[in-house]
Every structure is written in structure tokens, then in C-alpha cells.
């Protein structure tokens, strides 16, 4: 399967904890977002690379949430300290290197990772 | 602020019936606009979108979207509905910027009954 792939699919932790979520995109796609989809909405916007660089981050990432794509393959998202509101649906999407701009707007996403916090 | 407004939240409807789920955005430059089905437990695949050209665009399975400036709306329509076509549907809009993010709506559930 050459799809966005997300681990783990499901996580439930207990408020407090630390959790860490893995995003695989597509190989030869350059840009990779994260979205957080809550119960009964659309996704939001949290952060996006391009390559290695972390070009913007959403004013909904807090400081206990860091993202990283270290050598501009996977990325990893973290949540430190979580807390109830955290939980949702982490989705990762990631977007193909073309040379005309609009593919820089087609996004494919992975199947997202359930997040729970009791 | 820019923003996707899904005006329906549920939209129930029989089997071979035609549907129509709207979308309205916010927007006064170019757009990128979107629509993704999501069935339960599984991430958004996207259905068909909007670039450049042709106003009206169709997907593989029936669906067709209509780019509409002037009211800026994007919205959804099939002529005949099959029970496979039960999921939620999901609005988006990218801007015309390098950022590439895009601003989902609500989404709205579409039910198709026997």
C-alpha cells in the first residue's frame, strides 16, 4: 500500500501521560500536515512541513504539542501532559512536490489516529 | 477569517433519490475547493475538487460540484443515491497561498434509506 499511513490507529491514555503518534506519507510527497477532528466537526489545521521545515502551527497547538519530521520522511506528533480536551481524531495528510502550484492543494490523508484521554 | 459553512448537518433521503448538500465559503481571493467523504473510522478521501477551468466537476461515482463565484458556493449533487453512498461529506477550501492547508466546514451526514 503506497497510501499516508498513521500508528497507532487507536490510544487510550490516562490524563497526565505523554503520547506520541506517527505519521508515513506518501514517498515522494515533500508537504505534510496534521489535522485534529473532534466529535461532529470538520477537520482543523495544526501544522504543516515542508520537507524537515515546520512552516506554520496553528494558535490550537499549545505548547504541549510538538511536532517533528526530522529528516523529511515521517513525522511524529507529540502531546505532553494530556488532557480530556484532547481527545479527537489526529489525521496526517501529505501533498505532492509538483512544479505547477496547484498540486501543492491536493491533499491525501492517512486513516487517523483515535486518540482517548480518561 | 476564512470559513466553510456546510449549511445542512444531516440530510436524509431515499434510495435513488437525488440529493443536494450545500456549501458556502468565505473568500476574497482565489480558492482551491474540495469535497472529501469519510466513511466511519477511516480518514477523508477525497471526491472531487475544484483548481481552475471548468466550473462544473464530476467524480467517478456520480457526484458533481458546481464552482459558483459569484455566491460562493461549492455545492454537492447527485441525481440518484445508492445506500453505499451513506458517510459523511465534508466541504474544504484551500487558498490560493504556498501554504497548501485547507479550512474544513462541519461536514454534513448524508442518511440513504431503503
Known amino acids: 500500500d503506497t497510501g499516508v499511513s498513521q500508528n497507532p490507529r487507536h490510544k487510550i491514555t490516562k490524563r497526565g501521560q505523554n503520547v506520541t503518534f506517527r505519521c508515513d506519507p506518501i514517498s515522494e510527497h515533500n508537504r505534510l500536515y496534521w489535522y485534529r477532528q473532534t466529535l461532529g466537526q470538520g477537520p482543523e489545521f495544526l501544522t504543516y512541513?515542508?520537507?524537515?521545515?515546520?512552516?506554520?502551527k496553528s494558535r490550537l497547538l499549545s505548547d504541549r504539542f510538538s511536532a517533528e519530521r526530522p529528516k523529511g520522511s515521517f513525522s511524529t506528533l507529540e502531546i505532553q501532559r494530556t488532557e480530556q480536551g484532547d481527545s479527537a481524531m489526529y489525521l496526517c495528510?501529505?501533498?505532492?512536490?509538483?512544479?505547477?502550484?496547484?498540486?501543492?492543494?491536493?491533499?491525501?490523508f492517512g486513516p487517523g489516529t483515535r486518540l482517548t484521554v480518561l | 477569517a476564512q470559513s466553510v459553512t456546510q449549511l445542512d448537518s444531516q440530510v436524509p433521503v431515499f434510495e435513488e433519490a437525488p440529493v443536494e448538500l450545500r456549501c458556502n465559503y468565505s473568500s476574497s481571493v482565489s480558492v482551491y475547493l474540495f469535497w472529501y467523504v469519510q466513511y466511519p473510522n477511516q480518514g477523508l478521501q477525497l471526491l472531487l475538487k475544484y483548481l481552475s477551468g471548468s466550473t462544473l466537476v464530476e467524480s467517478i461515482n456520480g457526484f458533481e460540484a458546481e464552482f459558483n463565484k459569484s455566491q460562493t458556493s461549492f455545492h454537492l449533487r447527485k441525481p440518484s443515491v445508492h445506500i453505499s453512498d451513506t458517510a459523511e461529506y465534508f466541504c474544504?477550501?484551500?487558498?490560493?497561498?504556498?501554504?497548501?492547508?485547507?479550512?474544513f466546514g462541519d461536514g454534513t451526514t448524508l442518511t440513504v434509506k431503503p
Open positions: 512541513f515542508q520537507n524537515e521545515a515546520q512552516l506554520e
Open positions: 495528510a501529505s501533498s505532492p512536490r509538483g512544479g505547477r502550484e496547484s498540486s501543492y492543494n491536493e491533499q491525501f
Open positions: 474544504a477550501v484551500s487558498y490560493n497561498t504556498n501554504a497548501g492547508k485547507s479550512t
